[in-house]
Nanobody
C-alpha cells in the first residue's frame, strides 16, 4: 500500500488550496482515511478523517474551513482548505487505515506535502 500526498505549495493568507492523496496497492473503498499536519517544531495532529462510508470529522479548530472528500474510483482522497491562515503552515500527511475482520488495524502513511501560508 502506498500513499502519495501532493499539491503542497505557497499560498497567501485568506486563500484556498487543495491537497490530494493518491492511494495505490489496495482498494481504497476498504480504507478509512485521514489527514494530519505537523507545523514546524510541533507534533503531528489530526486535521480530518473520512470513513469508508464517507463520514467526516474534523479537528475542532478547523471545522468550517477544511473539507475532506474521497473518490474511490480514482483512488484519491482530497483536502480542501479555505480561508487559510499562517498557522495552517505545516507538512500535511495522509493516512490510510485498514481494519480486518478481527478488528486489527493497519495504518499506512504518505510522505507529506508542505503547505506554507504567507501573511
Amino acid at each position: 500500500v502506498q500513499l502519495q500526498a501532493s499539491g503542497g505549495g505557497l499560498v497567501e493568507a485568506g486563500g484556498s488550496w487543495r491537497l490530494s492523496c493518491a492511494v495505490s496497492g489496495c482498494t481504497l473503498s476498504r480504507y478509512d482515511m485521514g489527514w494530519y499536519r505537523q507545523p514546524p517544531g510541533k507534533q503531528r495532529d489530526l486535521v480530518a478523517r473520512i470513513s469508508k462510508e464517507g463520514r467526516t470529522n474534523y479537528a475542532d479548530s478547523l471545522k468550517g474551513r477544511f473539507t475532506a472528500s474521497r473518490d474511490d474510483a480514482k483512488n484519491t482522497v482530497y483536502l480542501q482548505m479555505n480561508s487559510l491562515i499562517p498557522d495552517d503552515t505545516a507538512v500535511y500527511y495522509c493516512k490510510g487505515r485498514y481494519s480486518d475482520l478481527t478488528g486489527r488495524r493497519y495504518d499506512y502513511w504518505g510522505q507529506g506535502t508542505q503547505v506554507t501560508v504567507s501573511s
